[in-house]
């Protein structure tokens, strides 16, 4: 059973950092991509970054370019989501997803929310001083 479980959200100041994880299991596809969402009170999910098995490519939104980077640790099953220089504008419910690259034009919509094979749960990050 494909499993995925975010944590690490938290409330933090303007300016400050998180780190979430998503720990994943029960993967039996050859390719993937790993996508974080994020879903702000009253609007739509969107996808944040997402990063590739097979060779480490990664995707960001701009909105976040340059302040949250993507990465991976295959040996313990998890991908992580380095958040710095944290907005107001980024609080919201973070999700992460996989989405089976078997079709390899999926990586190019890999941050779209329509594309995902299964979710995680979500981890709350709350931005306020």
């Known amino acids: 059973e494909v499993q995925l479980q975010a944590s690490g959200g938290g409330l933090v100041q303007p300016g400050g950092s998180l780190r979430l994880s998503c720990v994943t299991s029960?993967?039996?596809?050859?390719?993937?991509?790993i996508t974080w969402f994020r879903q702000a009170p009253g609007k739509g999910r969107e996808g944040v970054a997402a990063i590739r098995q097979s060779d480490e490519n990664t995707f960001i939104m701009p909105a976040v370019k340059g302040r949250f980077t993507i990465s991976k640790d295959n040996a313990k099953n998890t991908v992580y989501l380095q958040m710095n220089n944290l907005k107001p504008e980024d609080t919201a419910v973070y999700y992460c997803?996989?989405?089976?690259?078997?079709?390899?034009?999926?990586?190019?919509?890999?941050?779209?929310?329509?594309?995902?094979?299964?979710w995680g749960n979500g981890t709350l990050v709350t931005v306020s001083s």
């Open positions: 997803a996989v989405v089976d690259l078997k079709d390899d034009s999926k990586w190019y919509v890999a941050l779209s929310e329509y594309v995902p094979d299964s």
């Open positions: 029960g993967f039996t596809f050859d390719d993937y991509a």
